[in-house]
Structure formats: structure tokens, C-alpha cells
């Protein structure tokens, strides 16, 4: 539904995965704030989809149950949406905003976090609740709204032209989902229901000053125009949290962070890195959708190196390169995998021409790694390894994807780096028992 992707190719995967109402798809520095939790201080990003509490049936109590959430610096929720008139909002329109998975839908005692069921009159119920419960659960945790996304960034571009849409934008936002002042929706939301919830926003434009999804708007101004956003949403922040301090208390800070992309071109044409640094705590990189089902010959989706390719490592160079402190890059990591089916040319199935998607769960060409690993174990595939990446082929189909030990190889570049954490698209792709993030955070080590 709201995929990360690299080129024009994957268009049409895009609108397909919309139908099909699924998504995949961002060393050490002990001073960061609000961290004290792991050693080092090392994120641990992971988005938490909004439309994965129906056929995924994936819940916000999966999180807890599986040793997740115990695990994770930071959940962003995915997503939120810029309207046309420029402002952040939620509501119940399809294929635009779901009030009623946020905070509008009762959730029975099974699926509560604290085991209580919803009840009909309270003003927070939804996925909502339930991570104000998983705070509670896992203190030191933080929850960032993720604003846009592959789908939802269709409007960034005309909201951010003046100094004065830009401040509204902000402002709309830190109201929305900062203040928890929600659209009266029955006995939810109003005023102050969401108070205290969101920690941080994350900003996941797609892509500013390239194309992005088929009806998202660019232009070559939005480089400059960006900056400023980012500048005004620190700015904001950074006022709202003043207004709110205690009397003899340090000021609260709210985290700011983005989702940024791997390919050279997109970084020149979008971001004026240096200065976007000086306001982000961190940015989520590209790790993933280097190369997608939608192209016409199988290729690695997430390598740590690949000459002559996007790779993990050529993305931490690139923004190294144009001024990002390393601390402030934390590496996204991919708990999917891209597939093609119809594959020829033999040898190991890399490289060759293909005929179209593989059959999948939820959309053709994309997998979690929680079915992938039942691939694997099948004993009708043959699992490869390259240079910081998996694939499986079995003469025919083919699957590029991270399993446990590609994942402990990056977390030691992570930490070989200096960066500042690994960050995972989507938490619902891993198994019941945690084991992508359990493999990550074994890598980065605890105190």
C-alpha cells in the first residue's frame, strides 16, 4: 500500500499492493537523549502499520507477547496523511485516513495489552490505546508518528511553498497527534485525548524534488522548501515542549526524524543535508527496495555491498559524504523479501530475466520473512548468500531477503560505523518469537 521504492518500475507494483491493502515499506552515541535503555544507546526503529490490525490480524499486544517491544527504542506508526488543503488529519475516508483502526475501534481484553477490554465510553480505544498501554508496559519506549510514506506524500509538496504553509502544516500536526486533540468520533477522541502519546514525528516524504507514487506532486524547489519544513517542525517542537515545562524540570524533547532514500540522484535533488542534520535527531535510511518484483530480471533488494549497485554501505557513504554525522544514520533493514517467478537463465536465478511477480501471501512479489522462512525450511529451495544479503531459488521462483544472519552481519557494520541503530520495515513480517529483532539487538549488544 505505501511502498519505499527506488524507481519508476514499481508504479504499478505500488498500485497493485493498494488493492491488495498491504505494505512493506530506514557508531555509538552514548549523549543522545532518552535513551538509557541499551548499550550504547543504539536505536532500534520499527514501523508498526496502521492497516496490519485487519488481514494481518498483527496487534499492538503482538509487540509485547513476542519480546519485541522489549527490544525497540522507538515504534513509528505508519501513517499519517497531509490532506490537500495542507494539513495533517485524520478521519474515516478510505485510502486516505482509518480513525477507526487508530483510535476509534474497541479492542477485546485478548488482544489488550493489559489484558482490559475497551470499554464504549472511554475518549482513546484502537491501536492508539493500545500503544499508551505498551508505554506504560515498557517504560523509556517512544512512539513517532510517521507522516506520508510511499502512498500519503501526495501533497507534501504543495504544503510547504510558503513560510506560512509551512507553519500551518506544523502546527495542524503538533495538534493532531503532539497535543492528542482528536476529531470528536462518538465517545473518542476530542480535545487532549491522545495527550502524551506521540514522542516525535517522523517525516517520510517520497520523495521531495523526485518522483514518487504516480499522483504525488514534485518540484525543484522542494530541496529548499524541505529544509525549511524540517526547521519549522523543529522550531515547534521545540516552543510547544518549553510551553509544557515544569517548574524547576528540564523541557521535554520530541524526537524528529525522516525516512530518507539510498539513490545519489534522489539525496541532490531533495535534501541539503548538512543542514536537514542540524534539525533531525536521526534519519532512517534506504535499506531496502534497491531492487523490486516489478523489474523485468531478479536482482538483490537490501545488499550490505554490491559493486556497481545500491548497497547498505553505499548509502552510509553517500550521506556521510554530502555532511551526516554517522551517529545520527540509522540503518533500515528489511523483514520482507521481493520475489519473481517465471525465472530463466539458470546458475543461482541472480541476474536473470523473469516474467513477472511471484504468487505471495498478499501481494504478488512481496513476502514477509516469517513465510519465507518456511521457504527455506521446505527443502524445495536452495538457499544463496552475497555479500551481506539472502536469496532462495528453486529453479524457477527467486526471493531476496534478510534472514538472522544477514541481519547480525549488518548490525556489526552498525556498530563497526559508528551509526546510530538499525531501523526495521515492518514489525508485522517477523515471526512470533521475534527472531529478525532478536538477531539485531543480540548484534548491537545489551547493557
Not at 248 to 269: E, F
Not at 295 to 322: C, H
Not at 405 to 431: N, P
Request: charge should be neutral; proline fraction near 4%; hydrophobic fraction near 35%.
Amino acid at each position: 500500500m505505501r511502498r519505499r521504492n527506488l524507481t519508476a518500475l514499481t508504479t504499478a507494483a505500488c498500485a497493485f499492493a493498494l488493492l491488495a491493502g498491504i505494505a512493506p515499506s530506514a557508531g555509538a552515541h552514548g549523549a543522545d537523549r532518552g535513551e538509557s535503555r541499551h548499550d550504547r544507546a543504539y536505536k532500534r526503529v520499527g514501523y508498526f502499520t496502521q492497516w496490519g490490525v485487519y488481514g494481518r490480524d498483527f496487534q499492538v499486544k503482538d509487540l509485547d507477547t513476542s519480546g519485541t517491544a522489549a527490544k525497540l527504542t522507538h515504534i513509528n506508526y505508519a501513517f499519517g496523511n497531509v490532506s490537500a488543503d495542507g494539513k495533517c488529519f485524520t478521519g474515516n475516508v478510505p485510502g486516505e485516513a482509518d480513525a477507526w483502526a487508530d483510535y476509534v475501534r474497541p479492542v477485546s481484553a485478548a488482544e489488550s495489552v493489559d489484558g482490559v477490554a475497551d470499554t464504549d465510553t472511554q475518549r482513546l480505544a484502537g491501536s492508539f490505546n493500545e500503544l499508551r498501554e505498551l508505554k506504560a508496559k515498557h517504560p523509556g519506549l517512544k512512539v513517532m508518528i510517521s507522516l506520508g510514506g510511499w502512498s500519503w506524500s501526495t501533497h507534501f509538496s504543495d504544503a510547504v511553498r510558503t513560510e506560512a504553509s509551512r507553519k500551518a502544516l506544523v502546527s495542524s500536526c503538533i495538534d493532531l497527534y503532539i497535543k492528542g486533540n482528536l476529531p470528536v468520533d462518538g465517545a473518542r477522541g476530542g480535545d487532549g485525548a491522545a495527550a502524551g502519546l506521540f514522542d516525535g514525528i517522523d517525516v517520510d516524504w517520497e520523495w521531495p524534488g523526485s518522483a514518487g507514487d504516480s499522483d504525488t506532486v514534485y518540484r525543484p524547489e522542494d530541496k529548499r522548501n524541505f529544509t525549511a519544513l524540517v526547521h519549522e517542525f523543529r522550531t515547534q517542537l521545540d516552543a510547544y515542549a518549553k510551553s509544557q515545562r515544569k517548574p524547576g524540570k528540564k523541557a521535554r524533547h520530541y524526537d524528529l526524524s525522516a525516512y530518507v532514500p539510498t539513490d545519489p540522484a534522489k539525496i541532490d535533488a531533495g535534501f541539503d543535508v548538512r543542514r536537514i542534520m542540524r534539525d533531525f535527531d536521526f534519519v532512517n535510511l534506504q535499506g531496502y527496495d534497491f531492487h523490486v518484483s516489478g523489474e523485468p530480471r531478479t536482482a538483490q533488494q537490501s545488499a550490505l555491498y554490491a559493486k556497481g549497485d545500491f548497497s547498505v554501505d553505499q548509502t552510509v557513504r553517500d550521506w556521510k559524504k554530502r555532511g551526516a554525522p554517522a551517529h545520527k544514520l540509522v540503518m533500515g533493514m528489511p523483514f520482507y523479501g521481493q520475489g519473481w517467478t517465471g525465472v530463466t537463465g539458470g546458475g543461482d536465478g541472480l541476474g536473470q530475466p523473469a516474467a513477472a511477480p511471484a504468487p505471495a501471501t498478499y501481494a504478488a512479489g512481496y513476502e514477509d520473512y516469517k513465510a519465507l522462512r518456511k521457504l527455506a525450511g521446505s527443502g524445495a529451495y536452495t538457499l544463496h548468500r552475497g555479500n551481506g544479503h539472502a536469496w532462495l531459488f528453486d529453479g524457477t521462483t527467486l526471493w531476496t531477503y534478510d534472514d538472522p544472519k544477514v541481519l547480525r552481519t549488518k548490525s556489526a557494520y552498525i556498530r563497526e560505523q559508528g551509526l546510530g541503530g538499525a531501523m526495521f520495515w515492518s514489525l508485522d513480517g517477523d515471526t512470533e518469537d521475534g527472531e529478525l529483532i532478536s538477531a539485531v539487538d543480540r548484534g548491537l549488544g545489551r547493557r
